[in-house]
Nanobody
């Protein structure tokens, strides 16, 4: 496992943009894929987007496609999520997550992630 720390998020109006970042620390010489999940009020945690260790492979939820962009530099331990054209339904606590995997592996399955951040609030008002 690694330690994860989120930053960014906050308050935005519909149609605006926000950025989330996540930095991993703790274990070196280990490759892992990283992702974002979110928990909307009254709902279970759901997948948003993920990126491979190399940064070359990404996967998005249907809700995030075309609006959100996840990025990570190869071999670096920081990833970002650029959220554009925000909607009220994007309001949630966003969690950074990481799981062990090869250089180009990426997953949207919550079960494959073994490290989690504490979460960052994103609130979108109309």
């Amino acid at each position: 496992q690694v330690q994860l720390a989120e930053s960014g998020g906050g308050l935005a109006h519909t149609g605006e943009s926000l950025r989330l970042s996540c930095t991993a620390s703790g274990r070196s010489r280990v490759t892992y894929f990283m992702g974002w999940f979110r928990r909307r009020p009254g709902e279970d945690r759901e997948f948003v987007a993920a990126v491979s260790w190399s940064g070359q492979n990404t996967v998005y939820s249907d809700s995030a496609k075309g609006r959100f962009s996840i990025s990570k530099d190869a071999g670096e331990n920081t990833m970002s999520l650029e959220m554009n054209n925000l909607r009220a339904e994007d309001t949630a606590v966003y969690y950074c997550a990481a799981g062990p995997g090869g250089n180009n592996y990426v997953s949207d399955s919550r079960l494959q992630y073994n490290s989690w951040g504490r979460g960052a609030q994103v609130t979108v008002s109309s």
